[in-house]
């Protein structure tokens, strides 16, 4: 019942995959120079119930913290600090962002800590991937995840409870000069290079302002003449990506998963004239103890005694024979009526290929 759902699946997907439809140009590319950056960033959760860490690399960032605000302890002096953590901080700028904005950060444990939960990030300095510090984080932790462990060693652990977010709790100081305002064209790079997208999408850009404004570079890049003013620009752009296109079909493709067993095949994969045949034999080996009870005159010893029963069942070869161009609703309506499990269209679309009878690239995941 469950692979008849799942084929049953495949062909509503070649039905509505079948149907024409068209996406906004911001849903099928993004604009070059406008992006998000990622900053990172080294500090130190304090407040936690006892669920930090004593290591050396712990105790030497304390004592930097500690050394900034004048407080110099002694090389031999050990602290205390299980209710200290050290963290990696994370945050993505978006782009177009200001100084005094606010962004959210990701805190994770990167020592022994059992748990981030109750702490407090002290200021973090979050650098780009320059070395500059472009934004500054700090603020009380939201953790989802819980442990607890008893006197025994027994331990019970919900979610992650090393890792936290503090909504917006960095606040940016340096924003990142973004080349959207720079130059007279624009450049939409699609998420999907495809040669036949890229040139219905300047098509589309020359319908509505007129020919030669806009021209495909290649399969995923489409350059469009922009005006220079940064407001004009902003509404030439809010008019370009709603303009609608209709995407390309992608190619013939059979994506599996070998460690799920899901199989989904493109709407364009074709076969070649084939026959199939899908059998199996099936062995089943039952145990049965029995205990084997001697006659009482017999002198003999009461003894447990194991009965195997073995059964072959051997079920009936079926064979399918496929015509030139067949669909995907044919193949999967032919695959269906032999009933073959997962492992078994594997591999048979396996051997359709070496046999050169299956058009379409079979992709193994």
């Given at each position: 019942m469950k692979y008849k759902l799942m084929l049953s699946l495949f062909v509503a997907m070649t039905c509505f995959s079948s149907l024409s439809y068209a996406d906004r140009i911001k849903d099928l590319a993004n604009i070059q120079g406008v992006r998000s950056?990622?900053?990172?960033g080294y500090g130190l959760v304090v407040g936690l119930p006892g669920t930090g860490e004593k290591t050396r690399?712990?105790?030497?960032?304390?004592?930097?913290?500690?050394?900034?605000?004048?407080?110099n302890l002694p090389d031999s002096v050990r602290p205390k600090v299980k209710n200290v953590a050290v963290v990696a901080v994370h945050a993505e700028m978006p782009p177009f962002i200001k100084p005094g904005q606010n962004i959210d950060v990701t805190v994770s444990s990167v020592g022994e800590a059992k748990s981030l939960r109750g702490g407090a990030l002290l200021q973090t300095?979050?650098?780009g991937v320059d070395g500059n510090v472009y934004?500054?984080?700090?603020?009380?932790?939201?953790?989802?995840?819980?442990?607890?462990?008893?006197?025994?060693?027994?331990?019970?652990i919900q979610n992650t409870p090393t890792v936290g977010r503090i909504?917006?709790?960095a606040i940016v100081e340096r924003s990142v000069v973004s080349p959207f305002a720079?130059?007279?064209?624009?450049?939409?790079?699609?998420?999907?290079?495809d040669f036949s997208t890229a040139k219905r999408t300047a098509d589309a850009i020359n319908n509505l302002l007129g020919p030669g404004m806009a021209h495909a570079i290649d399969g995923s890049s489409i350059q469009v003449s922009a005006p220079r003013d940064a407001s004009d620009r902003v509404s030439f752009l809010a008019t370009l990506e709603n303009i609608q296109v209709e995407p390309a079909d992608e190619s013939a493709?059979?994506?599996?998963?070998?460690?799920?067993?899901?199989i989904v095949v493109g709407k364009n994969v074709k076969l070649l004239p084939a026959a199939v045949t899908h059998g199996g034999l099936t062995v089943t080996i039952a145990e049965a103890t029995q205990v084997s009870q001697p006659n009482p005159l017999a002198g003999g010893q009461t003894a447990?005694?194991?009965?195997?029963?073995?059964?072959?069942?051997?079920?009936?070869?079926?064979?399918?024979?496929?015509?030139?161009?067949?669909?995907?609703?044919e193949l999967v309506r032919a695959v269906n009526l032999v009933g073959a499990a997962p492992s078994d269209v594997l591999a048979i679309l396996e051997a359709l290929k070496m046999a050169g009878a299956l058009h379409g690239e079979l992709i193994v995941i």
């Open positions: 950056n990622q900053l990172v690399y712990t105790e030497q960032t304390f004592k930097t913290m500690l050394k900034n605000f004048g407080i300095f979050l650098k934004a500054i984080a700090q603020g009380s932790l939201v953790v989802s995840g819980f442990s607890a462990q008893g006197l025994d060693g027994s331990k019970v909504p917006s709790g720079t130059g007279d064209h624009l450049t939409f790079n699609l998420r999907r290079a493709k059979v994506i599996v998963n070998s460690r799920t067993g899901t447990v005694t194991t009965d195997s029963t073995i059964d072959v069942d051997k079920s009936d070869n079926r064979m399918f024979k496929f015509d030139p161009g067949t669909s995907l609703d």
